[in-house]
Antibody
Framework: QVQLQESGPGLVRPSETLSLTCTVSGGSINSYYWSWIRQPPGKGLEWIGYIYYSGSTNYNPSLKNRVTMSVDTSKNQFSLKLTSVTAADTAVYYC???????????????????WGQGTTVTVSS | DIQMTQSPSSLSASVGDRVTVTCRASQSISSFLNWYQEKPGKAPKLLIYAASSLQSGVPSRFSGSGSGTDFTLTISSLQPEDFATYYCQQSFSTPRTFGQGTKVEI
């Protein structure tokens, strides 16, 4: 059974860079898209972006200039970097697998079917 | 970006009730709609994909319907473990977007 685990600092100073890693266990990182999602305290879910195992990426335009994702297939890990953080970036950060759940009439249906437990990142001096 | 709007934002229900949550997209997304359940302190869990397909392991009391811009999540008989927040999410285009959530309370 595939499991995901986020890791990284729980506290980041304003204007610095948030760095998180998601380790995939129980399965291969290959052939999947891998997403980052965040949830500010008391608020809803925001999709940050995804990375394919080959390294191609797709970022949310609202964060695009500050986000970089990377993948290390040899370690079965993928990572998130968010630069120039402010208090608005304080959130629970989740990594998730974007699985191909169904194909119908050449339409491909994706959903985030495996999630990490989430890690709280606080931006504060 | 495609905006997803859920209603209601919260509802109160009792065990055994039939519960319906609605999600509306700002443009047609065909059947590219997923539903998630989130409990406090836990990661979201995928319930429904492609608007009406039940994810493996999810109880059959959960069902989804709709296409285009209007979608519904139904819990046929609410169980104690179903008290949670439910989110819709479109997978039609990027950026992926979520509804604001519907909290189902006792």
């Amino acid at each position: 059974q595939v499991q995901l685990q986020e890791s990284g600092p729980g506290l980041v100073r304003p204007s610095e860079t948030l760095s998180l890693t998601c380790t995939v266990s129980g399965g291969s990182i290959n052939s999947y898209y891998w997403s980052w999602i965040r949830q500010p305290p008391g608020k809803g879910l925001e999709w940050i972006g995804y990375i394919y195992y080959s390294g191609s990426t797709n970022y949310n335009p609202s964060l695009k200039n500050r986000v970089t994702m990377s993948v290390d297939t040899s370690k079965n890990q993928f990572s998130l970097k968010l630069t120039s953080v402010t208090a608005a970036d304080t959130a629970v950060y989740y990594c998730a697998r974007q699985g191909l759940l169904g194909v119908e009439s050449s339409y491909y249906y994706y959903g985030m079917d495996v999630w990490g437990q989430g890690t709280t990142v606080t931006v504060s001096s | 970006d495609i905006q997803m709007t859920q209603s209601p934002s919260s509802l109160s229900a009792s065990v055994g009730d039939r519960v319906t949550v609605t999600c509306r997209a700002s443009q047609s997304i065909s059947s590219f709609l997923n539903w998630y359940q989130e409990k406090p302190g836990k990661a979201p869990k995928l319930l429904i994909y492609a608007a009406s397909s039940l994810q493996s392991g999810v109880p059959s009391r959960f069902s989804g319907s709709g296409s285009g811009t209007d979608f519904t999540l139904t819990i046929s008989s609410l169980q104690p473990e179903d008290f949670a927040t439910y989110y819709c999410q479109q997978s039609f285009s990027t950026p992926r977007t979520f509804g604001q959530g519907t909290k189902v309370e006792i």
